[in-house]
């Protein structure tokens, strides 16, 4: 018989793993609820038409595609697939596909339900994506994201609103991060500055990759895709730009004066960092004009978060998009948003240890019985402390008690309580701290206090 096992790229999670990442979806969400977001789900599938051309030519490509059911080839058998490429006959056998992202699916939620939403609308997303990548440290084929979102408003007010989240979220985590930011206006000014304003996807897709690949390799992909070698030397003292915040902002603002889109750029972000400092957010902030995103839909501020003591890719990362919702019959609504990547923030706090000792799932305490009438005793008592929002277990069989003990200290719980006859006579157990040892007959009302305390 085959062995089980489960497609490259995904993950069991133990209930040991599973208390971990709910303790990060907690922590999220609770921050999220601080700001006024208000939570929504949209199916795991998608139509194909809704997902294609969103993501860009690299991002079509890891796209999960869903084989139509019943006889799917009949489609492809009626045409002459010789002179077909693999993306058109998928588009014959396939009309749908799992989300790569909680942005597009939550776009289109958006234009189905305009009249039944209010604008400005705040909304917040913590589900599982897909994408057909080559999986590796930090990057899964099956994730989740936590997204926080608002459309319906170009405020600035907003960016500086995620970029406290950020800040927020992280606090609580414990993780030393630094937020990464740029505007897509100011690379589209660079393009227009470089004379190849219809290169601008080549550029930011090539620079984008620059922590990745090295100066070298990104100016050997900006020739293959056309630049001139003029060009590509006029783009090195940008990838080179060093400084604070506002130096590198007063050196860009002087090379993109020529370009309207680009001074555009320039005055956001001389907004957003006021904004940021009048606020009084402690987090690194690092203003990098490498940073691209290669999603086509970011218009505006883009964001990237790193942690600082992990060598890891982004755990956070999002932007401004001005139009997204236009692609689906509604122009002119403007939104922003971030994405905490729940996997990367998982293996960053592994790595670093910083979980709590104690899990709220875990069981507190753990009734040991010798025999049957001790087990419908404890089982009384076990009622009542659930009614406090205790976790706690009985164990369910008669064994020995070397057997139930060991029991309760490999799920690590905190506390034993033993019921004999001599514990139910005088209407008490005898309570059991396994961190010291120490042993102490209690009533009901003193077991729920020592435990909660």
Not at 167 to 175: A, D, F, K, P, T
Request: hydrophobic share 40%.
């Amino acid at each position: 018989m085959t062995k089980p096992s489960i497609p490259k790229g995904t993950r069991d999670f133990s209930p040991e793993e599973m208390a971990r990442r709910n303790y990060i979806f907690d922590t999220i969400r609770s921050v999220f609820r601080l700001y006024g977001f208000q939570q929504i789900e949209t199916p795991a599938m998608e139509n194909l038409s809704t997902l294609m051309g969103k993501y860009g030519e690299e991002g079509d490509k890891l796209l999960f595609k869903i084989l139509n059911s019943g006889d799917w080839l009949s489609p492809l058998n009626a045409l002459d697939t010789t002179q077909m490429s693999a993306a058109a006959a998928a588009t014959k056998v396939s009309e749908k596909g799992l989300r790569y992202d909680l942005t597009v699916p939550f776009a289109r939620f958006v234009v189905q339900n305009r009249d039944k939403i209010q604008f400005p609308f705040r909304r917040y997303q913590i589900q599982p994506v897909w994408r057909a990548d080559r999986p590796q440290k930090g990057r899964y084929r099956e994730f989740y994201q936590c997204d926080v979102d608002v459309v319906g408003t170009d405020s600035l007010n907003c960016e500086l609103e995620l970029i406290e989240i950020v800040e927020e979220v992280y606090r609580r985590l414990g993780i030393r991060v630094c937020l990464k930011i740029n505007n897509r206006k100011i690379l589209a000014g660079i393009a227009e500055v470089l004379g190849c304003p219809d290169k601008l996807v080549d550029i930011t897709v090539a620079i984008d990759k620059l922590d990745k690949i090295g100066a070298d390799k990104v100016n050997e992909e900006l020739r293959a895709k056309g630049l001139t070698e003029d060009a590509v030397d006029a783009l090195q003292p940008i990838l080179k730009m060093e400084g604070s915040n506002l130096e590198k902002l007063n050196t860009i603002a002087r090379v993109l004066e020529p370009s309207e889109i680009g001074s555009k750029g320039v005055e956001e972000m001389r907004e957003l960092l006021s904004l940021v400092e009048q606020a009084g957010v402690e987090m690194n902030i690092d203003l990098d004009l490498t940073l691209a995103r290669g999603l086509n839909y970011y218009t505006g501020a883009i964001f990237e978060v790193k942690a600082l003591d992990v060598e890891m890719g982004s755990i956070t990362g999002g932007g401004r998009y001005d139009n997204l919702t236009g692609i689906f019959g509604m122009p002119g609504v403007s939104g922003v948003g971030i994405s905490f990547g729940a996997d990367r923030i998982y293996d960053v706090l592994t790595e670093l240890d910083l979980y709590p000792k104690t899990s709220v799932d875990q069981t507190r305490v753990l009734f040991v019985s010798f025999g049957t009438e001790e087990q419908r005793y404890a089982q009384q008592w076990a009622r009542q402390l659930r009614k406090e929002q205790i976790n706690t277990e009985v164990y369910p069989e008669v064994a020995k008690m070397k057997k139930q003990m060991g029991y309760a200290d490999l799920k690590h719980i905190p506390f034993v309580a033993i019921v004999g006859t001599e514990e139910m006579n005088k209407q008490m157990v005898m309570l059991k701290d396994m961190l010291t040892g120490e042993q102490q007959m209690v009533a009901l009302d003193e077991l729920i206090e020592k435990v909660k305390r």
